[in-house]
C-alpha cells in the first residue's frame, strides 16, 4: 500500500507488498525489499538499499543523491534520524553500513563511513562522525556521541550523555565526558555468553591488560597464546587500538 501523496522517482525497486505513508520521496536508486514499513515524511535518496521487514519512522532522511548506504534486515529506524545526509557538499561520502537488527532511535546521526554491526541499539540524540565503526551487540546511551575514526568492540555499552574519542575495547562499559572504561559489561556478558568460565577468563585478562593503565605488550601476548576465542577477540582489539 502506498499513499497517493508520495513520489516515486523513475528508476526505484520497491517490493509489492511495502508500505509507504503519506508526503515520502524515494528517489530513482533506492531499493526497499519485501516486508518494509515507511511512516508519514520520509526521504530515501542516493543508492540506498534497505533490506527486508526494516520500518521507518516519520521524518527520517536517509541518504543524499551521491551516498551509498544499505540498511540491514529488521533494523527500525526512529522519528527524524539523518543517515548520510549532513555531508559537506563539496565532499565525496564514503558508504554507510548498518547491519541487521539494529535499533536506532529518535535524532540518531550517522555521517559518512559509518559501519554498525548487528544487534546495535542506539539511543535517543546519538551521533556517529565520519568512518566510526561499531562491532556487534553495541548499546549507545541518549546524547552521546563518537567522534571520528573510532572504533567500539563487541558487546560495548556507553553510558548517556559520553564523548567517545579512542577505540573502546569489547565486552567494556564506558561513560563520561571524555568517555573512559569504567569496567567489563559483566550483565552483557551473561546474557551472551553460557559457559562462565569463558567470562572468568575475560576478566582475567581485564585484569591484566587494563588494570592501571593500558598494557599493550600483554595484550600482544595474550592475544598470540591464549586459547579463548573471546579473550583472544578483546585483546587483538586493544593491542592494535588507539588507545
Partial sequence: MIHESVT???????????????????GKDVTIESGCTLESNIILKGKLHIAKDV?????????????????????????????GSQEDENEVPKKITIGANNFLMGYVQLLSGVALGDNCILTNAVRLYENVKCEERVIIGGLSSVMANNTLGTGVMIGGASLVSSDIPPFTLVEGNHATVKGLNVIGLRRRLENKDDIEEIKSAYKRILGESVDKEAAQEIAAAHENEYVKRFASFIATSNM
Fill in 55 to 83: 520500518k521507518i519512522f516519520s521524518f527520517a532522511i536517509i541518504g543524499r543523491e551521491d551516498s551509498e548506504i544499505s540498511v540491514g534486515e529488521n533494523t527500525h529506524i526512529r522519528e527524524f534520524t539523518q543517515i
Fill in 8 to 26: 516515486i522517482e523513475e528508476g526505484a525497486k520497491i517490493a509489492g507488498d511495502v508500505i509507504i505513508g503519506p508526503f515520502c520521496f524515494i
